[in-house]
């Protein structure tokens, strides 16, 4: 085995969305860890908030930095201490925040954050999925503690977040009602929702009330119609809004960044606060086990993520970050290994 390996990696936080290929060692690993070959990593927005310096306060990086999030790929090696895994399994995973690195040829990650990939997907499909499929996870059994009976809107639910979150919302028992574009209705409802909004015609805040839960996938400019349909105790989950005192508190991070995000948070939870509403913010984290239950769900419902159709190679990088930057993608755009 070679040595050496091609990386997508910056050297600072900048605004220019650029990054090298540079050609650096084939990370060791350590005895937790597995040694992965990458077959494709998935380019999410979460890349340009990095490349940006806009999620420093949450995790900040040492440079250089090789980029990337989400990835599947085959097991090349072992560390001391991984009984579950073996050399030459199908894995994906979402990289630990402190530890990314999915853009490149190999990758060292922690065993207790990859798990088998659903046996219906391809290793393009599967990166693609990690990160959505423990946001919705996460978003809700943790943020929401969603309990059967109870119902959860998802605006914007239409794309592939929607696609994860509607059938983890099924197995939860939720009655589940989400907008998005007309294309997607059938679709949507087909994997388990109940109700379909197109928001070309329909506005939500005209037609729903008394909610328990809105899982926002469309951020700040939604956040007073939000409110206003969701039932007093409940509670809104943003992916987009931004931090407050609440994630704050939940990471355990230092005093000093707790008062940061209280103070930017603050006009969010006081709105919520009038609505006796609890609001929330997501940072989706790694979880090997999570990801498993996730693959569960992917296999029984035979969920299929929708991939952008231009293939782009580890030295198209920058074409593929520019792509995702500007918002126009049709579907999840993904770096290809093979």
């Known amino acids: 085995m070679t040595t050496k390996m091609k990386a997508a990696q910056i050297s600072k936080y900048s605004k220019s969305l650029k990054a090298e290929i540079n050609e650096i060692p084939i990370p ?3 005895d937790h860890e597995v040694l992965i070959k990458v077959k494709a990593a998935a380019v999410n927005p979460l890349e340009m908030l990095i490349i940006r310096g806009e999620v420093r306060l949450i995790q ?3 440079f250089p930095l090789t980029l990337g999030n989400e990835l599947a790929g085959t ?3 072992i560390g001391k201490q991984v009984k579950a895994f073996r050399v030459g399994q199908d894995v994906y995973t979402r990289l630990p925040i ?3 690195g999915a853009f490149a040829e190999y990758a060292a990650v922690d065993a207790d954050a990859i798990a088998s990939m659903p046996k219906n997907l391809s290793y393009a499909e599967a990166a693609s999925m990690a990160l959505t499929g423990l946001t919705a996870y996460q978003g809700l059994h943790e943020e ?12 914007g639910g239409s794309g592939g977040f929607g696609q994860m979150a509607v059938p983890i919302a099924k197995s939860l028992k939720l009655k589940i009602s989400v907008s998005g574009n007309a294309q997607a209705r059938e679709r949507t409802l087909a994997m388990g929702a109940d109700e379909y909004l197109d928001y070309s015609k329909e506005h939500y805040a005209d037609l729903l009330k ?8 469309l951020g700040a400019a939604e956040f007073e119609n939000e409110l206003k349909i969701i039932k007093p105790g409940g509670r809104l989950l943003s992916l987009k809004t931004g931090p407050n005192k ?3 508190e939940d990471r355990q991070l230092p005093w000093w960044k707790r008062r940061l995000f209280s103070a930017a948070g603050a006009k969010y939870d006081k709105k919520a606060k009038k609505k ?3 609001y929330r913010f997501i940072f989706v984290r790694s979880d090997g086990k999570q990801l498993k239950e996730v693959t569960k769900i992917i296999e029984e419902n035979q969920v299929r993520p929708h991939i952008h159709t231009e293939k782009f190679a580890l030295d198209d990088i920058n074409a593929a970050l520019a792509l995702v930057a500007t918002g126009r993608p049709k579907g999840k755009v993904i770096i290809h290994f093979e």
Do not use: C, H, M, W
């Open 98 to 100: 402190r530890k990314i």
């Open 246 to 248: 609440r994630f704050a």
């Open 144 to 155: 929401l503690e969603a309990k059967a009976g109870q119902s959860v809107f998802i605006p």
């Open 75 to 77: 097991i090349e090696r």
């Open 60 to 62: 900040d990086y040492s």
């Open 276 to 278: 006796n509403v609890q």
């Open 210 to 217: 008394d909610v328990d839960y809105v899982l926002d996938t």
């Open 28 to 30: 060791a690993i350590a």
